[in-house]
C-alpha cells in the first residue's frame, strides 16, 4: 500500500489517500531522490536542481540538490520547505517534503498568490554518506555567517575539551564516560556551547563552521534567488532531527524576541514556538545558520522562519553518534575502517540516533510537520 515500482504511473489519488504516512519516508538518498522528483512530476511540480561536481555517492551516484516548485510563476506569498541541511537528517525531511507532494491538499493548501518550493537534500553529501557535516567536514548550519563582517566566532572552551570530541582512538563506553563527566564537571551549557555551539579553528573537528561558503551555500542561493524573486512574504521550515525528547517536533525560532517576525511566529502557532535567543529552546543560540543566512541575503522580503526539531533519542548518545562518526571519517578511514565492520557499526550508529527506524515516530513527524505547514500558509495568507 502506497507503495510503487519503478516505471509504474498509474498511482491513484485514493491510493495514496490511504497510504501509511511512514511510507513516505525512504531508506537512502537515492531513493529518497527518486521518491521526490517522481512524487514532484506527479504533482505538477516545475523541478530545479544543482548537481555537485565534487563529490559523489559511496556507489558512486551523482549527488544533487534538488527544488521542486508549486503555484504561481510570480506569487507575492512563499512556503519554503528544506531538508538535510544536516545530512543525515534528510531521511525525515525528504519523507515530510516527499509526502507532502503526494498529499498536498492535505499537508500544503496553498491560498492564492502562494507558492511552494521545496529544496530536497540540501547536503546531499551527507545525507549519501550518513554524516551530518558535508563533504568539507562543514556544519552548513555554522557556515552561513556573515563572513564579510570579519573574523568568525570563537568558541573558548573547545579547544581544551578536544581530546573528547576528537579522540585518537575510539572506544565508545570509554568516550562516553569521560563525555559525562566532564558535562557534569562543567554543567550542561558550558558543555553544550564547547559541544555543539560551533567552531571555526579545528577543520577535523566535530561543528566545524569552514572557512567561506560552501558549495551547499552556493548552490542553495543559486536556486533561491531566481525562486523568490518578487516575493513579499515569506515562511520558511527548515526540518531537523536529533535534539529533544523522542518523536517531540519542537518549532524554533532564531528571530530576536523583540522584533515582528518573533511575533508573528508566536501568532501563527499560537504560542507553539520556542526562541534560541529568549534561551527557552532545546538548541542553544547559535550563528551562522541557514535560515540567518536566507534572511540576511533577501533583506527585503518579510521573513518569518522555524527550524522544525524532532527528538530521537537521548542527546547523550546523539552526541556520541556524531564523535565516533567523526572519528571514522578521519582516523578510522585513514585506516581503511570505513569499509570495516567496525564503520558499519559507526554508521549504523549515526542513521539511528538521526532517523528512528520506528514507524510511529514517522507518524509523529508527518502530523507535525503537517500542522506546522499548514500553520505557516494560513499565516502567510493572513493580515
Ligand atoms: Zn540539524
Not at 501509511?20 to 521526490?36: E, I, S
Not at 554543567?187 to 558549495?215: L, M, N
Request: proline share 7%.
Amino acid at each position: 500500500m502506497g507503495k510503487t515500482i519503478a516505471g509504474e504511473t498509474a498511482v491513484t489519488m485514493s491510493d495514496d489517500a490511504a497510504a501509511d504516512p511512514a511510507g513516505f519516508f525512504p531508506d537512502g538518498y537515492v531513493a529518497a531522490r527518486r521518491a521526490f522528483l517522481e512524487a514532484a512530476a506527479r504533482a505538477g511540480a516545475e523541478i530545479d536542481g544543482r548537481r555537485h561536481e565534487e563529490a559523489r555517492a559511496p556507489a558512486g551516484e551523482a549527488l544533487w540538490m534538488d527544488a521542486a516548485r508549486i503555484g504561481p510563476q510570480r506569487p507575492r506569498r512563499m512556503l519554503l520547505i528544506l531538508s538535510g541541511v544536516h545530512g543525515v537528517e534528510g531521511f525525515c525531511g525528504s519523507g515530510v517534503q516527499t509526502g507532502t507532494l503526494r498529499r498536498l491538499a492535505e499537508a500544503a493548501p496553498l491560498p492564492p498568490e502562494t507558492a511552494l518550493v521545496m529544496i530536497h537534500a540540501v547536503n546531499p553529501y551527507g545525507f549519501a554518506w550518513l554524516r551530518r557535516v558535508n563533504e568539507d567536514n562543514v556544519d552548513l548550519n555554522r557556515n552561513f555567517i556573515d563572513w564579510a563582517a570579519g573574523a568568525p566566532p570563537t568558541n573558548p572552551g573547545y579547544a581544551a575539551l578536544r581530546p573528547i570530541f576528537c579522540p585518537q582512538e575510539w572506544d565508545a563506553d570509554a568516550n562516553l564516560a569521560a563525555a559525562d563527566a566532564k558535562r557534569a564537571e562543567i554543567g550542561e551549557r558550558a558543555w553544550r556551547a564547547a559541544h555543539s555551539g560551533g567552531q571555526y579553528e579545528d577543520p577535523a573537528g566535530i561543528f566545524y563552521g569552514g572557512t567561506g561558503p560552501v558549495w551547499s551555500q552556493r548552490a542553495l542561493f543559486d536556486l533561491l534567488d531566481a525562486h523568490v524573486a518578487g516575493v513579499e512574504r515569506l515562511a520558511i521550515v527548515d526540518l531537523h532531527t536529533g535534539l529533544g525528547p523522542p518523536g517531540h517536533g519542537e518549532r524554533i525560532a532564531m528571530h530576536d524576541p523583540g522584533r515582528p517576525a518573533m511575533a508573528r511566529a508566536r501568532a501563527w502557532f499560537g504560542g507553539d514556538v520556542t526562541s534560541t535567543i529568549a534561551g527557552d529552546a532545546v538548541t542553544a543560540p547559535l550563528s551562522g545558520t541557514a535560515l540567518e543566512g536566507i534572511e540576511r541575503r533577501y533583506p527585503a522580503i518579510e521573513t518569518t522562519a522555524i527550524a522544525l526539531e524532532f527528538g530521537t533519542i537521548d542527546n547523550r548518545h546523539v552526541q556520541l553518534a556524531v564523535r565516533a562518526d567523526n572519528w571514522l571519517h578521519g582516523q578510522g578511514a585513514a585506516r581503511g575502517l570505513l569499509d570495516d565492520p567496525a564503520g558499519y557499526c559507526i554508521k549504523q550508529q549515526i542513521r539511528d540516533a538521526f532517523y528512528p527506524a520506528d514507524p510511529d515516530w514517522k507518524r509523529a513527524v508527518w502530523r507535525r510537520a503537517v500542522a506546522t505547514q499548514r500553520a505557516m500558509l494560513a499565516g502567510l495568507a493572513g493580515p
